[in-house]
């Protein structure tokens, strides 16, 4: 990694964690969850970078992938278990953070330690030379610990140039991963997920969460205003996952236009993960630099 590439990364870790940090100091019973994600994604704007992704809030059994709509009437309620996820990138390199806060209850104290307490011990042990198996093991050991499960479909993933998941997965479980390691220079998302429930997610409904897929099916759009409409989620977003609030504000009376686009597989538009017993789910996450001998948390 040269010095440019790595001072870019640090600077996206350094401004997504003070907009994770803001993010918590945001959540209250009674708040709307839109404003909580719009904030948040102005104060990266302010800070000096681009979103990498919506800001993510998925409250109690859901695991992920649920930002708000640009006329979402939710707010927090007390006891709710948040889940707040954030990214930022400075020219293309991507941090990606997350916390889990309880809201005004104390309930699921042990649950939130429990991912807290994997990413921690799995950073501690995260070298060129620690097999993904291992890494998988020790949150899963941890989390065990704590008389809870890892979920096992959920792990975290490497950070390429505008790129969210680069191919690399690291495990929450010891079941997966195998022998494999990473490279010195190699940048992560380490993203431990607990529950007291089933300990693996389903597919539900949308998430208002899209990626525009490159492929040769674009080329043969008839509809003109599609046509229009594909061209510009391109030129806007490119090859990282935006916000139907974000779509809105490029097309406020369009929407079907982006459900047409769906349908013709142009636009992935994600599910949202929930706990596939019901369980309370708890997530921390860190984007780190593997060295040879450790790395480096820049989250």
């Not at 003070?18 to 704007?45: C, T």
């Not at 997350?98 to 042990?110: F, N």
């Not at 997920?193 to 389903?202: D, E, L, M, W, Y």
Request: hydrophobic share 40%; with cysteine.
């Amino acid at each position: 990694m040269d010095e440019a590439t790595y001072e870019n990364y640090k600077q996206a870790g350094k401004i997504a964690a003070d907009a994770r940090d803001y993010g918590v100091s945001l959540l209250k019973p009674g708040v709307h969850l839109l404003d909580v994600a719009s904030n948040v994604e102005k104060r990266i704007i302010k800070n000096g970078a681009g979103l990498a992704f919506p800001v993510n809030i998925a409250l109690n059994t859901l695991a992920a992938h649920y930002s708000p709509t640009h006329d979402d009437p939710r707010t927090f309620q007390r006891g709710d278990v948040v889940k707040l996820d954030v990214g930022a990138h400075v020219n293309g390199y991507i941090a990606d953070t997350a916390v889990t806060v309880e809201l005004e209850t104390h309930i699921y104290d042990d649950l939130i330690c429990a991912s807290a307490d994997a990413l921690t011990k799995v950073i501690a042990a995260f070298t060129t030379h620690l097999p993904l198996s291992d890494a998988g093991k020790t949150i899963e050991n941890t989390i065990t610990s704590y008389g809870f499960k890892p979920i096992e479909n959920l792990m975290g993933h490497g950070l390429g140039r505008y790129e969210l998941h680069s191919g690399v997965s690291i495990p929450n479980v010891g079941a997966l991963g195998g022998k494999s390691t990473l490279h010195d220079g190699d940048v992560i998302a380490i993203e431990p997920f607990a529950t007291n429930g089933a300990g693996h997610v389903i597919s539900s409904q949308g998430s208002n969460i899209y990626l525009y897929k490159d492929t040769i099916k674009a080329k043969f759009i008839r509809d003109n205003k599609a046509k229009l409409v594909c061209d510009k989620i391109r030129t806007h977003f490119g090859t990282l996952p935006f916000a139907q609030r974000w779509y809105h504000e490029l097309f406020p009376k369009d929407d079907l236009v982006m459900k047409k686009l769906a349908i013709l597989g142009l636009i992935k538009h994600y599910p949202q993960l929930v706990e596939a017993k019901g369980g309370m789910v708890t997530q921390k996450e860190h984007t780190v630099i593997v060295r040879e001998d450790g790395c480096e948390v820049i989250t």
